[in-house]
């Protein structure tokens, strides 16, 4: 299954996804659990093929993602919870980046603990994690771009990790009402690639020619 997988999975999700961008566009059929088995995909490929400590990283931040989805997509509630397990998967990736780079980044670490100052500032606390959530995945992927020269995985990862701001900053601009029917379209538009980058990120080099 090793080495069937690599080769079956891009094309198999690929598939997934433009089935449903076409549902979305078009409003034929809900894409719900459509775009729910496209994340257990990734989180399959990752766990299938990983061959490292670095690997098993990002199996654990998948399937906190898919956790995630779970309650923010399928279910379409428990927001709070769902936001929660993704802030855990920024830890993870935060963590991931730190390995990777073998220091830790002081630079960072004021902008990913000041945030946790909205908790006090009397908004709700789904808006105050949502802040720390953001925050610290729009550090990750500042970190991850720094690191983009270092080889193929890092690379992989730093796509994934802009494509997961493109796709937070959609999910941000329609709550606020913004371009709604755009914004909507854009969260997956970005959403799916972002995670297939990160779950091919785990993979050993040459993993996805055998």
């Given amino acids: 299954m090793k080495r069937v997988f690599p080769r079956i999975f891009l094309p198999l999700v690929c598939l997934l996804y433009a089935c449903f961008l076409v549902l979305d566009l078009t409003a034929l059929a809900d894409s719900t659990w459509i775009k729910y088995v496209s994340i257990l995909l990734c989180f399959s490929a990752a766990l299938l093929n990983h061959s490292c400590q670095d690997g098993r990283l990002v199996v654990l931040a998948l399937l906190f993602t898919a956790a995630a989805d779970w309650f923010l997509l399928v279910q379409n509630r428990n927001y709070l919870f769902g936001v929660s397990l993704f802030c855990i998967v920024q830890f993870i990736y935060s963590i991931r980046l730190y390995r990777l780079r073998g220091r830790l980044c002081f630079a960072s670490l004021p902008f990913r603990i000041l945030p946790l100052s909205a908790f006090f500032f009397g908004i709700d606390t789904l808006s105050a994690l949502s802040v720390f959530y953001f925050s610290n995945l729009a550090v990750n992927a500042w970190e991850g771009v720094l690191l983009r020269s270092c080889g193929r995985k890092h690379r992989l990862f ?53």
């Fill in 158 to 210: 730093a796509c994934g990790l802009l494509l997961f701001v493109c796709c937070d900053l959609c999910v941000g601009a329609w709550n606020l009402g913004i371009f709604p029917s755009c914004t909507h379209f854009g969260m997956w538009l970005f959403y799916l690639p972002s995670q297939v980058c990160i779950a091919l990120s785990s993979y050993p080099q040459g993993a996805t020619k055998q």
